[in-house]
């Protein structure tokens, strides 16, 4: 189920009920994201996004391979999973990925050094599990490493305004990671590359993706997709973490946690 505003025949709330335009839940408007939207599953009420792919594409190949249950058994597995597929009733060429709601791994803030060994934990061996299945994710940076925060807002949250919960209204209550036992997911596998372990070279070309302080990305000179996803951590754990700590955490306030940086 859409949210009322998205829905067909949707009408502003606020021009019938009087309420402030900025108290209405139908108010939010959803982020450009062309192939993405948030919905609610009917029979539990389970916040879900829903992303248009082209029918058998590499990106669903490689996602619902990852989704498969002898995959999904494996507690390194830190792909995003697949909850359900379905074909556009008008174009046999689109179909749906339906997925958990993930927020972005940064949101909220992190709070303890705990929190952080966690996320780089998670990150890591979810890394060395899509390696050693052939898989070199390419765009791992930080908008495509996100979190499974259901635990962390036992009343649920609303998902565009994510510190109110559904009813766009209300302050939430919210624990913290560690307390929660968050999990972190890698996801969009758009321009990933499946290269068998026993292949021979693993190179590819291509200058698409997020972060581009990769030195070696090129149209025309192969290079090795699994040490660029090795590069991309590193500089991700360095802007995200590391630049951050450094910028609002002097050494003077927290010598624990630039000592664990450094």
């Not at 209405?24 to 996004?49: F, M, Q």
């Amino acid at each position: 189920m859409l949210r009322p505003r998205l829905r067909p025949g949707w009408k502003p709330s606020w021009h019938t009920t009087g309420e402030s335009i900025l108290r209405a839940e139908d108010a939010a408007t959803t982020p450009l994201r062309p192939r993405l939207i948030d919905a609610t599953r009917l029979r539990d009420g389970k916040l879900v996004y829903i992303k248009r792919v082209g029918t058998g594409d590499l990106e669903s190949t490689i996602a619902l391979d990852l989704s498969s249950p002898d995959l999904q058994r494996d507690p390194r597995n830190h792909c995003v999973p697949i909850l359900d597929t379905f074909q556009d009733p008008e174009d046999e060429s689109v179909s749906y990925m339906v997925m958990p709601f993930l927020r972005l791994m940064y949101q909220p803030p992190f709070e303890y050094v705990g929190e952080i060994y966690d996320f780089g934990e998670q990150i890591l061996e979810g890394l060395v599990f899509l390696h050693e299945h052939g898989i070199a994710h390419r765009d791992c940076a930080q908008k495509n490493l996100m979190m499974d925060a259901d635990a962390m807002y036992p009343l649920g949250f609303h998902p565009l305004k994510g510190m109110y919960l559904a009813d766009g209204k209300t302050l939430g209550y919210r624990n913290s990671r560690l307390t929660s036992g968050v999990k972190y997911y890698y996801v969009d596998f758009g321009i990933s590359s499946q290269i068998p372990p026993n292949a021979r070279p693993r190179l590819v070309v291509g200058t698409f993706g997020r972060d581009q302080d990769v030195p070696e990305l090129s149209d025309t000179v192969p290079y090795d997709p699994f040490k660029v996803d090795v590069f991309i951590i590193g500089n991700m754990l360095k802007q995200e973490i590391y630049d951050v700590a450094i910028t609002f955490l002097p050494r003077f306030h927290c010598p624990l946690l630039t000592t664990i940086f450094l």
